[in-house]
């Protein structure tokens, strides 16, 4: 299983960014893929996933309303729209993939803690 990240970059605050992960390697229709971040200082925290069996999208509170998580099942490939993006924000942001019921719960607050990881891309909030 391999999850390549794309899309991290440099943004102005309430601005807008679009990650990307690429999963290959990956066959397993009750597994959920989603986004991990871990600021500098920080503990990871989960972010959003959504489930690859009926695309349900799990958000933690710190991001439900601006954040929203999609997928492209024939590209194999899970997207992060990140709108009214704030200091707060900024991260390396990690692609996860594990079972649907183990990811949502590391996502609502539980332990920080996926099967299989990507390699992470930076996002900057900054002015």
């Known amino acids: 299983v391999q999850l390549v990240e794309s899309g991290g970059g440099l943004v102005q605050p309430g601005g807008s960014l679009r990650l990307s992960c690429a999963a290959s390697?990956?066959?397993?229709?009750?597994?959920?893929i989603g986004w991990f971040r871990q600021a500098p200082g920080k503990e990871r925290e989960g972010v959003s996933c959504i489930s690859k069996t009926d695309g349900r999208a799990y958000y933690a509170d710190s991001v439900e309303g601006r954040f929203t998580i999609s997928s492209d099942n024939a590209k194999n490939t899970v997207y992060l729209q990140m709108n009214s993006l704030i200091p707060e924000d900024t991260a390396i942001y990690y692609c996860?993939?594990?079972?649907?019921?183990?990811?949502?719960?590391?996502?609502?607050?539980?332990?920080?803690?996926?099967?299989?990881w990507g390699q992470g891309t930076q996002v900057t909030v900054s002015a």
């Open positions: 996860a993939a594990d079972l649907t019921p183990r990811l949502a719960y590391a996502i609502r607050g539980g332990d920080a803690r996926s099967k299989y």
């Open positions: 390697g990956f066959t397993f229709d009750d597994y959920a």
